[in-house]
């Protein structure tokens, strides 16, 4: 299993724009094959903040992700509404193992 956090940080006035946006994008990712899991959390102290835990049941799973619709729309409708760039950290999980995912 693959887990991704991406960390993103969204400019006050988009804070809306992006939740609806992302939850769309999150709804569609988790009737994917090859995603476990696709959490969206907000930062409680910093409402711009937000974290997006991406897990994949395989390690083409992130790039078929990327070629999805939902996501193209995603990256496109987002991209203007960023504070700063996003980024991305990658592990490996260990509990619970694959098979609890």
């Known amino acids: ?17 992006f939740i609806a946006a992302t939850l769309e994008n999150a709804r569609h990712s988790v009737r994917e094959p ?23 049941r395989t390690p083409a799973a992130p790039a078929q992700h990327k070629e999805t619709a939902h996501y193209a729309t995603w990256r496109d409708t987002v991209a203007p509404m960023m504070a700063a760039p996003r980024t991305s950290t990658k592990g490996h999980n260990l509990f619970p193992a694959d098979p609890g995912w």
Do not use: I, N, W
Request: glycine fraction near 2%.
């Open 1 to 17: 299993m693959l887990v991704v956090h991406v960390s993103v940080q969204v400019k006050p006035e988009c804070v809306p724009d």
């Open 34 to 56: 090859g995603v476990a899991r696709f959490d969206v959390v907000q930062q409680a102290d910093d409402p711009t903040r937000f974290v997006l835990v991406e897990a994949y």
